[in-house]
């Protein structure tokens, strides 16, 4: 069964290739000239949370970043090249970090268990809860208190977005990139936008981590 959906991907590609070309004949020939896309996505890594798809967006739209459960650790050279590639070079106008309620990453941490390499990973979270522990606990909902910490979450990785020098410089610029918080609900594959203050935040910031 895994083997035929194996071949399914190239048959799929194909037809992929052909409907592309239908809508447009050079598609690939544009597409093969380079990218200048107005997004930069750092998701979580879940199969369930396509970047382009759930934005209606097409190939060389979104520069995208994913990793279990959506985190910019300030160790994480993979994140922050990926940051500083999108804002310096193909100077995107938006970062978003979209987190998504049923994160398994989230739920995780919230346990108190012993999950091995995973634990370093996670700990990035239970810092999330640690800063935001007297709102969290006032939660009685065990669900309501999940759903939050995954919204806290994309807000304190947003903070991180914004502390690196390639987004405070850029910002005093050109006005942009602009950083957003969004969650995704599998219910219902609605976007929520959690309308972080950015530039507040940008301006609260900068009294600590002003790095130009
Ligand atoms: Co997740």
Redo the contacts with the bound molecule.
């Keep these: 069964m895994s083997n035929e959906l194996y071949q399914q991907v190239f048959e799929n590609n194909r037809r992929w290739v052909e409907s592309k070309k239908a809508q447009d004949v050079d598609f690939f020939e544009k597409l093969s000239r380079g990218q200048d896309p107005d997004f930069l996505f750092i ?4 199969s ?2 396509p970047a382009n798809e759930i934005m209606g967006l097409e190939p060389g739209d979104v520069f995208v970043h994913r990793n ?3 985190l910019v650790p300030n160790t994480d050279m993979n994140a922050h090249a990926v940051i500083q590639y999108a804002v310096e070079y193909l100077k995107v106008d938006h970062v978003i970090v979209c ?2 309620y ?5 739920a995780a941490a919230m346990k108190s268990e012993d999950l091995g390499q995973l634990n370093g990973w996670l700990r990035e979270i239970r810092d999330v809860y640690r800063m935001h522990s007297k709102e969290l606990n006032a939660i009685e909902d065990e669900e309501a208190r999940y759903r939050r910490l ?1 919204e806290l979450n994309v807000q304190e990785q947003c903070i991180n977005v914004i502390k690196t020098s390639w987004v405070q410089r850029s910002f005093r610029a050109r006005g942009f990139p602009i950083v957003h918080g969004w969650c995704f609900a599998l219910e219902d594959g609605l976007l929520k936008d959690l309308k972080i203050p950015f530039e507040s935040i940008l301006e609260g910031i900068r009294e600590i981590y002003k790095l130009d």
Aim: net charge neutral; glycine share 30%.
């Design positions: 998701g979580c890594a879940d369930r949370v279990v459960a959506n987190g998504h049923g994160c398994g990453g989230v995954v």
